[in-house]
């Protein structure tokens, strides 16, 4: 079984160490997101963590300002 980083086995994985892991996909996809624009890529259960939490910041604060907002 593949568990490349967006596989229903890997999210799955993420779910069961991360409290709240299923929140992120509260809201529709869309052409990026904040974790991807503001954290680099999370190749470990601990960076899995920390760029959850920009998603759920996006999600908290969804807006469009916050849309269009420069990235760092």
């Not at 079984?1 to 069961?16: D, T």
Request: charged fraction near 20%; glycine fraction near 6%; hydrophobic fraction near 35%.
């Amino acid at each position: 079984m593949a568990l490349g980083p967006n596989s229903p086995a890997f999210c799955r994985l993420l779910a069961e160490h991360i409290p709240f892991y299923e929140q992120r996909h509260s809201v529709p996809p869309g052409l990026t997101g904040w974790a991807q624009v503001r954290y680099h890529y999370g190749s470990s259960i601990e960076e899995s963590k920390r760029k959850l939490e920009f998603d759920l910041f996006y999600v908290k604060h969804l807006s469009i300002w916050l849309d269009l907002r420069d990235p760092p």
